[in-house]
T-cell receptor, first 112, second 110 residues
Framework: IAGITQAPTSQILAAGRRMTLRCTQD?????MYWYRQDLGLGLRLIHYSNTAGTTGKGEVPDGYSVSRANTDDFPLTLASAVPSQTSVYFC???????????FGPGTRLTVL | EDQVTQSPEALRLQEGESSSLNCSYTVSGLRGLFWYRQDPGKGPEFLFTLYSAGEEKEKERLKATLTKKESFLHITAPKPEDSATYLC???????????FGAGTRLTVKP
């Protein structure tokens, strides 16, 4: 089934721990994105990648890093988690950087 | 600062009671305005893209329209299954990112 998968579905993490959220798409889309969604704030872009091998910073990049080694995968890493990173994280992809985006099911992350 | 504002925050309708959701934006050089639907616990689902003032798109009971400063999502004779949060997002020509509004939570009662 074509689409975007994210793992894990949910995670509870101790502050200071390192965590990688996984995102894989099988639509051969060039562009991929990571957002966080917080109540009342809407979706905010963390990092993006217009094509494999390139990445860029979004609106709220601090504390997060990404890599894009191939077209399909776009992992998001929290090097040292803090409670303010408690959120729902969505990965998305699009055929081009200015086209509609397709979203994964999300990862609910709680940092204690 | 570029902003995307959606109103109302929440809307409760009776089944069959038509209404409109608003998305106002302040960006220069709009490249596209997008509408998404989001069900609880799920990722946003793409509905429409509008590119220029005067453009309209329709899908079942939904119709999206665009002016130079705002977009409306009209819901005609809604059904309970239309209950969801509706998000709008704008993309500015010089930016790579898409700016989202906080959404309108729609509840349709039978």
């Amino acid at each position: 089934i074509a689409g975007i998968t994210q793992a894990p579905t949910s995670q509870i993490l101790a502050a200071g721990r390192r965590m990688t959220l996984r995102c894989t798409q099988d639509m051969r889309h060039n562009a991929m994105y990571w957002y966080r969604q917080d109540l009342g704030l809407g979706l905010r872009l963390i990092h993006y990648s217009n094509t494999a091998g390139t990445t860029g910073k979004g609106e709220v990049p601090d504390g997060y890093s990404v890599s894009r080694a191939n077209t399909d995968d776009f992992p998001l890493t929290l090097a040292s988690a803090v409670p303010s990173q408690t959120s729902v994280y969505f990965c998305a992809s699009s055929t081009g950087s200015w086209n509609e985006q397709f979203f994964g099911p999300g990862t609910r992350l709680t940092v204690l | 600062e570029d902003q995307v504002t959606q109103s109302p925050e929440a809307l409760r309708l009776q089944e069959g009671e038509s209404s409109s959701l608003n998305c106002s934006y302040t960006v220069s050089g709009l490249r596209g305005l997008f509408w998404y639907r989001q069900d609880p616990g799920k990722g946003p689902e793409f509905l429409f893209t509008l590119y220029s003032a005067g453009e309209e798109k329709e899908k079942e009971r939904l119709k999206a329209t665009l002016t130079k400063k705002e977009s409306f999502l009209h819901i005609t004779a809604p059904k309970p299954e239309d209950s969801a949060t509706y998000l709008c997002a704008v993309q500015e020509g010089r930016r790579n990112d898409m700016r989202f509004g906080a959404g309108t939570r729609l509840t349709v009662k039978p």
